[in-house]
């Protein structure tokens, strides 16, 4: 009677710690997912303020070129490194004020460029908010008293183990198997949970693309 009970006990716990492993991996996936779209939009309205900068006339065309390519390769070689390490450099963001009022001073003098001008500058701010988004990830994770039921139930979840009635050989053996799984388990929520940060981090890829098809030969020539 007594070991029924402590199979129905410890597969009721075990129940409910799947759900929550569940969830939290669940929340974990998507908060790198939407990491990785907001960084895939940063550098597309990277890519179309790039190529629509050739409706301003010169010397604006010019200098704006320059910055932007300038805001890449800080966005390559200083953000993302430093996103790796938890921490957000202001570089970026002063380099986009420089670029923001440069096109905030420019006045339109026809038609189309009054046009081209609304655009881009539509663009840009659709580029700002991405950006925002990315930094805002740096920071996020899952609340640390979560982490603390996470542990806490992983612990008991083996105790479970080892109060059951088995032979010790298949006992060590299974608990093994189990301790090693909850062990996976529990990196990949918290490597899903830093998409910027950790062994399977995003990198600068979408930016690096961006540099090698619409910016370089520009910065070449």
Known sequence: ?????????????????????????????????????????????????????????????????????????????????????GVVPMGGEHRLDVIRHEMLAFEPATKTQEVLHREMLHYLDEMSIAREQRLSIVSAAIPGVLWYVVMIGTLITIAFLWMLHMELVPQILFGSITAFFLGMMIFLVYALDHPLQGAIHIGPDAFEAVYRTVMKWDETA
């Open 1 to 85: 009677m007594r070991g029924g009970l402590r199979v129905f006990t410890a597969g009721s716990f075990g129940v409910i710690y799947a759900v929550l492993m569940g969830l939290l991996t669940v929340a974990a996936f998507e908060r790198s997912k939407a990491a990785d779209d907001d960084i895939g939009r940063e550098a597309s309205g990277l890519a179309t303020i790039y190529r629509s900068a050739d409706g301003y006339p010169e010397p604006l065309r010019g200098e704006l070129k320059a910055q932007l390519r300038d805001y890449t390769h800080y966005v390559i070689q200083k953000d993302f490194p430093a996103h790796h390490k």
